[in-house]
């Protein structure tokens, strides 16, 4: 086996080998578990980013296994492959910091720090799936190493959104099963190639491929929090601030957005759907999640709930960019995959430090926050703006190109939904950073802890600056070679829009 097949093999392998010895460290092993999550980590980002450089410069990285007659265990690394892979693994390392601060001195960090490497290791094969019947696979295992995660706390309130969650994710994978099953009797292949594999079934097998790219859809459409799929992600919300940073920007919502991706683009091609008339109604089940999650973000006093809704509206920004037939859309849904991680995950973080450090976790009990947590509110400040689309953080990037990509395609209404959707972000954002900037503090926070002076952990603050800064920098300097939007544009013309 060459050296470019055993690359895929070691991404997985950075991730699922310290996790699995992770589970069996006691507790006190503190140092020992911290440094295998941060050498995976670290080594993870060093593969991919050697990846990276390769497959710039056209080099190939793939490895197949034998699973069933006629289909294999398919690892392939593409330009797609790497837009995810990069902010999986970059965003990976930083929430281990993040949650080695977090966790300090909680009971069951194996436990955690094992299911939590374990999550990585189902996205990242995600990411690198070259075939549906691969990707279903990691699909899958993600449900099961998120929902250890999801219940961590072990309380009555963890438990009911664990139910909710495994509910929801194990009714899609059976959906997306059958819709798997379906297709390779028809198609003979699942294997995913660029402008699609089923367009020579369209006129003998129409309303099958209909049929089938529903149950798709609606497969991956649970962890891309579709409406009306949506209902466990703010119920989640009760996890541990780490893992609902991985929730919204690294692993599960990610991922579904991402199927998305793959189903219309390398399982039906673009061309191939808007023929059979699917993306239309995707384009606007897309744009009334955009609006239903920013107009129920407004009525959550709670700010993780709030954050949450928030999600639901941004990540359907990708589905929406995915569904309109152009370019130009095609690279605006590609990059807010990036922006949006990049931004939410700054707030989430910030949620945490708040939680942590004062026991905030209500929007009205933000008053005067930012003159006792001032670069944490900072970094707040910075992921709001990018939310609600102010250039030039990397949202500004991202509603530009959706917003080009809609008159491109000849359509007008996908700009007042952005429109109407920066108005609603504007409104239940706009509050908090006014609560924290400009009210006074109270006498005494909720449950305020002592850091020596210091802000709060300099673990909990150090990703939360970085992230922040990311989000700003990869706005500011868009157009720069190896940013996620040279990259998105790359993938359009490369792979989904080639002469």
Not at 89 to 111: D, H, V
Not at 305 to 331: C, D, E, K
Request: charged share 10%; proline share 5%.
């Amino acid at each position: 086996m060459s050296s470019n097949a055993w690359l895929p093999l070691l991404v997985l392998a950075s991730s699922l080998l310290p996790g699995l010895v992770i589970f069996f460290l006691a507790e006190r092993r503190y140092w020992t578990r911290t440094l295998l999550n941060l050498t995976g980590s670290l080594v993870k980002l060093a593969l991919v980013g050697a990846m990276l450089w390769g497959v710039f410069h056209q080099q190939q990285y793939a490895a197949s296994l034998p699973l069933l007659p006629g289909l294999d265990l398919m690892l392939r690394v593409r330009p797609l492959s790497l837009l995810f892979l990069v902010l999986s693994a970059g965003l990976w390392l930083l929430t281990t910091l993040y949650a080695i601060g977090y966790l300090e001195g909680s009971p069951n960090r194996s436990r955690f720090f094992g299911f939590f490497s374990l999550c990585v290791t189902a996205t990242v094969g995600v990411a690198m799936a070259g075939n549906l019947l691969t990707f279903l696979i990691f699909f899958e295992l993600l449900t099961l190493t998120t929902y250890p995660l999801v219940v961590h706390r072990g309380s009555e309130e963890a438990r009911r959104a664990g139910q909710v969650y495994l509910a929801h994710t194990v009714i899609a994978g059976a959906l997306l099963l059958a819709g798997t099953v379906w297709l390779y009797t028809l198609a003979g292949t699942l294997t995913f190639t660029p402008r699609g594999f089923v367009g020579g079934l369209v006129e003998s097998h129409r309303w099958s491929l209909v049929a089938i790219f529903v149950l798709l859809i609606i497969g991956v459409g649970v962890k891309a929090a579709l409406v009306p799929l949506q209902s466990w992600l703010p119920r989640a919300m009760v996890a541990p601030a780490p893992v609902s940073a991985l929730l919204h920007a690294v692993a599960v919502v990610k991922a579904g957005a991402f199927g998305v991706v793959l189903i219309v683009y390398d399982v039906f091609g673009i061309e191939v759907a808007a023929e059979l008339g699917v993306t239309g109604p995707l384009a606007l089940l897309a744009a009334f999640t955009i609006l239903y999650g920013s107009a129920r973000a407004l009525f959550q006093d709670n700010l993780k709930r709030r954050l949450a809704f928030s999600t639901v509206s941004q990540v359907s920004y990708i589905v929406l960019g995915v569904a309109i037939v152009g370019p130009l859309a095609t690279v605006g849904g590609l990059v807010h995959l990036v922006h949006q991680g990049v931004m939410k995950i700054t707030l989430f973080f910030c949620a945490g430090n708040l939680a942590e450090t004062l026991g905030i976790h209500r929007v009205s009990e933000m008053n005067g926050v930012g003159q006792r947590m001032p670069w944490t509110m900072l970094a707040f400040s910075i992921g709001v703006f990018g939310m609600i689309g102010l250039p030039p953080v990397a949202g500004f990037v991202s509603k530009w190109y959706l917003g080009l990509g809609g008159l491109e395609a000849g359509l007008h209404w996908p700009l007042f939904v952005l429109a109407g959707s920066s108005l609603l972000n504007a409104a239940y954002f706009l509050p908090i950073l006014h609560r924290a900037w400009f009210c006074e503090p109270p006498a005494r926070w909720p449950e305020e802890r002592d850091f020596g002076g210091q802000e709060t952990a300099w673990l909990l603050l150090l990703p939360t600056l970085i992230t922040a800064a990311l989000s700003l920098l990869i706005g500011l300097f868009a157009s720069l070679p190896f940013t996620p939007l040279e990259w998105a544009q790359l993938i359009a013309e490369r792979e989904f829009y080639r002469p």
